[in-house]
C-alpha cells in the first residue's frame, strides 16, 4: 500500500509562496499520477494540479495556473507542489494524492491513497 506524508504548509500574507512536498512510500509504481487537491471550509475537495512519475504529463486547475507549480524527484519519491503569488481564496486543506489513472478534469474518485493534509492559510 502506498503512503503518502504531506507537508509545508503554513500562514502566508496575500503574495507570498509556499512549497508543499508530498513523500510517497511503498508500491509507487501502481499510482501514474501523483496530484494535490484542496478543501476550502464548507466546500467540495478540488483538483488543484497533477502529474505523472515521469513528468511527461500534468495538469493545473484554471484558478492555479500560472502560479502553481507540480514537480516530481523520482530518485526521492517525493512530488512538490510550489506555490507563487498566494491569494486568500487559496486558504484550505491541501491534501496530496496518488492514483493509476486520473481523468481531466481530476475528481476525488481518481485519488486511490491520500495524505493527511496540510493546512495553507492565506492572510489578505
Known amino acids: 500500500q502506498v503512503q503518502l506524508v504531506d507537508s509545508g504548509g503554513g500562514l502566508v500574507q496575500a503574495g507570498g509562496s509556499l512549497r508543499l512536498s508530498c513523500a510517497a512510500s511503498?508500491?509507487?509504481?501502481?499510482?501514474?499520477?501523483m496530484g494535490w487537491f484542496r478543501q476550502a471550509p464548507g466546500k467540495e475537495r478540488e483538483a488543484v494540479a497533477a502529474?505523472?512519475?515521469?513528468?511527461?504529463?500534468?495538469y493545473y486547475a484554471d484558478s492555479v495556473k500560472g502560479r502553481f507549480t507540480i514537480s516530481v524527484d523520482n530518485v526521492k519519491d517525493t512530488v512538490y507542489l510550489q506555490m507563487l503569488n498566494l491569494k486568500p481564496e487559496d486558504t484550505a486543506v491541501y491534501y496530496c494524492?496518488?492514483?493509476?489513472?486520473?481523468?481531466?478534469?481530476?475528481?476525488?474518485?481518481?485519488?486511490?491513497?491520500w495524505g493527511q493534509g496540510t493546512q495553507v492559510t492565506v492572510s489578505s
Open positions: 502529474i505523472r512519475w515521469s513528468g511527461t504529463w500534468t
Open positions: 511503498g508500491p509507487t509504481f501502481s499510482s501514474n499520477v
Open positions: 494524492a496518488a492514483g493509476p489513472v486520473w481523468h481531466l478534469p481530476p475528481t476525488v474518485n481518481d485519488a486511490v491513497y
